[in-house]
């Protein structure tokens, strides 16, 4: 049928619609997706290149060096030593066993070394390298490179290993490193991904510990080229990581090693502190420990050796231990009362033995009494009855704020393990701790340093400094990181009256250099280096009055663990301080019999740089003294075994 003209043209028109309609609903999908695509192929290229490299690139960290740690003079006191290993990897192997017992032919390799090596390549897959032996001496390593072909998978390998040279001299100011634990993760909010590469050491105690962030450095990164199964086909490029701080102290090697020799078998410590810049030039505390054990792992008969022994050599007596300071604490008492104007220099108070306080007897360590005692003798014979007296008059409270001005109770910042802080009580702090009253036989016990006070040997020693100078000494134990000098602790002015200093200086002075001072035994003959000091012994036990009425059991007849503390701190030169040194000997008695010795020693070799002559001793003790020089020279050597090592 035909159609006319008219009715083609109307279907022409909707054709015409529709083709344009469906023409534009493609035209808008095919711009849809081409703008899919470039968003796809041009904005998130980067990422989908990463998601792709993901599947074949891995990207590995490496160890930093660690920053090394020397003393004043450029000694080494932990340095990084190179460090063999050998390594097996099960899948290039083939017969596993056969392989190490091959191995085993050539080097000896710790049981229990294989039987961890063992369990971890069950876990692991068959690719991965296991370590069989760390810490491999050279020859060892050489017979398993030279016999490589016939040890298939085997594969020696160099890294860096912790050494500590000096070994004890040092190993509770420098600590040491172990391997990083679960604790130790567990005890950081967000742990590096460092802290996790397999043996990885980080600083458990001491200053390795309290300078992780800076000694630890930053990691560095590798591009390794893996396959399907995460094998290693190529390494593709490497970053190596930043290496930790260098790290210089105040400490002298030479002087620690000095002291940690002449403390002995003592249970003991001692601090040796810079009065012109706070410089602390030893730390020692006696017995002590060899830090190489703990490095790779201390067996647990070497470990119970050291918790199970009396004298507790774990712990560093000279910040963590804390003691009553006994009569070194009457120079605190005195400088209160002179700056509060309660006492006059030529004032004496009678001392029959004892004084009656409160309905108490409080007794004088001298049992008939000094009689008529004025400031200087009471330092000079170490009369308590003189400070029961004058503590009464000051009141604890002032007592307090002057022992802390001078350093006490206070926990000095030191990048050190465990630094206590003392105390030094009042009365508001007896209400709050032990809920009672402040009882006026309190003040009397503090008086002599008893009683509820108590402080550590480097508290002492800051004290004794302050004493010479005048000054807030405040000890410094970083000299310089990565040559970059530190600030130092000289202080300022404490504000104290020169002329009341003076006072309290002059009975230390009187106590070493006056026949009958309690530190005369032990003075320094050399005019130019005479010291002042004040000996101290502090009570660990109770006396009972049936006991005071026989006749109080002396020291020697004691049991060691209930002997009395000796204590003795000093400066010197008089005239002109360079040294302040506070000794505690525990359980070791008199303070003038066992701690006083220490300290002259100590001193004049700080004063000498090194071997003092026998004329600066007291003739009577010269022959003494240089066979104590020949004992300490002859055992030098095993203390300062690799001590050449330096910066």
């Known amino acids: 049928m035909k159609r006319n003209p008219k009715e083609l043209e109307t279907t022409h028109r909707t054709l015409s619609r529709r083709a344009l309609l469906l023409g534009g609903f493609q035209l808008v999908f095919a711009g849809g997706l081409a703008m899919r695509m470039r968003h796809l192929q041009v904005d998130q290229a980067d990422q989908f290149r990463l998601l792709a490299e993901e599947n074949r690139i891995n990207i590995r960290l490496l160890a930093p060096a660690r920053g090394e740690i020397f003393d004043r003079n450029g000694i080494a006191l932990a340095r990084n030593s190179p460090s063999y290993r050998i390594i097996i990897v099960p899948e290039d192997a083939g017969d596993v066993d056969k392989v190490i017992k091959d191995l085993s032919r050539l080097i000896e390799i710790d049981p229990k070394d294989l039987e961890r090596a063992i369990a971890e390549m069950r876990r692991s897959p068959p690719f991965l390298p296991v370590t069989l032996a760390d810490q491999i001496d050279w020859q060892e390593i050489s017979k398993v490179a030279v016999n490589a ?118 249970s003991a410590s001692a601090v040796v502190i810079d009065c012109e810049n706070g410089d602390l030039r030893a730390i020692s505390s006696a017995p002590s420990f060899d830090p190489n054990l703990f490095v790779r792992g201390i067996s647990i008969a070497d470990y119970r050796e050291l918790t199970e022994n009396t004298y507790r050599p774990l712990a560093n007596k000279s910040v963590q231990g804390t003691y009553p300071p006994g009569s070194t604490f009457k120079m605190i008492v005195a400088l209160a009362a002179l700056e509060e104007g309660i006492i006059g220099t030529e004032e004496t108070v009678w001392c029959p033995g004892y004084l009656e306080v409160a309905g108490r007897r409080f007794h004088c360590w001298k049992r008939g009494g000094h009689g008529n005692v004025d400031l200087n003798t009471s330092l000079k014979r170490s009369c308590d009855v003189y400070y029961y007296d004058l503590a009464l008059k000051v009141g604890i409270d002032k007592i307090t704020a002057m022992a802390q001005r001078m350093g006490l109770g206070i926990r000095h910042d030191l990048p050190m393990s465990a630094v206590a802080a003392g105390l030094t009580p009042t009365k508001e702090w007896k209400s709050r701790n032990r809920g009672e009253d402040w009882l006026i036989g309190d003040t009397a016990n503090a008086s002599i ?181 020949e004992r300490l020279e002859r055992e030098r050597p095993a203390r300062l075994q690799d001590a050449s090592d330096r910066a």
């Open 149 to 266: 072909p016939a040890l298939p998978g085997i594969t020696p390998e160099v890294g860096l290993a912790r050494i500590y040279p000096r070994r004890a001299d040092f190993a509770h100011v420098v600590g040491y490193v172990g391997p990083v634990s679960d604790y130790d993760l567990d005890q950081i909010t967000d742990p590096e991904p460092i802290l996790r590469i397999p043996r990885f050491q980080i600083g458990k105690v001491g200053f390795e510990a309290k300078r992780e962030d800076m000694l630890r450095g930053k990691a560095g990164a590798k591009r390794v080229e893996v396959n399907a199964t995460g094998r290693v086909m190529r390494e593709l490029d490497r970053r190596d990581g930043v290496a930790g701080a260098d790290m210089q102290l105040t400490v002298d090697a030479e002087l620690q090693g000095y002291v940690q020799a002449r403390l002995g078998t003592e």
């Open 449 to 629: 340093g008893q009683g509820f006070m108590l402080a550590s040997p480097m508290q002492l020693a800051v004290m004794t400094a302050r004493l010479a100078t005048g000054r807030s000494i405040t000890p410094r134990l970083i000299k310089s990181i990565d040559g970059i000098e530190q600030p130092n602790g000289a202080g300022v002015p404490l504000g104290l009256n020169e002329n009341n200093l003076r006072t309290v200086r002059k009975g230390m002075f009187s106590v070493s250099n006056d026949r009958r001072g309690t530190g005369y035994k032990s003075r320094i003959i050399e005019e130019t280096m005479r010291m002042a000091g004040k000996s101290g012994t502090s009570q660990v036990r109770n006396i009972t009055a049936a006991e005071r009425a026989a006749g109080v059991i002396r020291n020697r007849d004691l049991p060691w663990e209930r002997r009395d503390h000796a204590l003795f701190v000093s400066f010197a030169p008089f005239d002109n301080p360079k040294f302040a040194i506070a000794v505690i000997v525990e359980h070791g008695g008199g303070g003038s019999t066992a701690a006083a010795p220490i300290v002259r020693d100590v001193m004049l070799q700080a004063l000498y740089g090194g071997t003092p002559p026998l004329a600066a001793y007291p003739k009577k003790d010269r022959n003494r003294i240089k066979a104590q020089q």
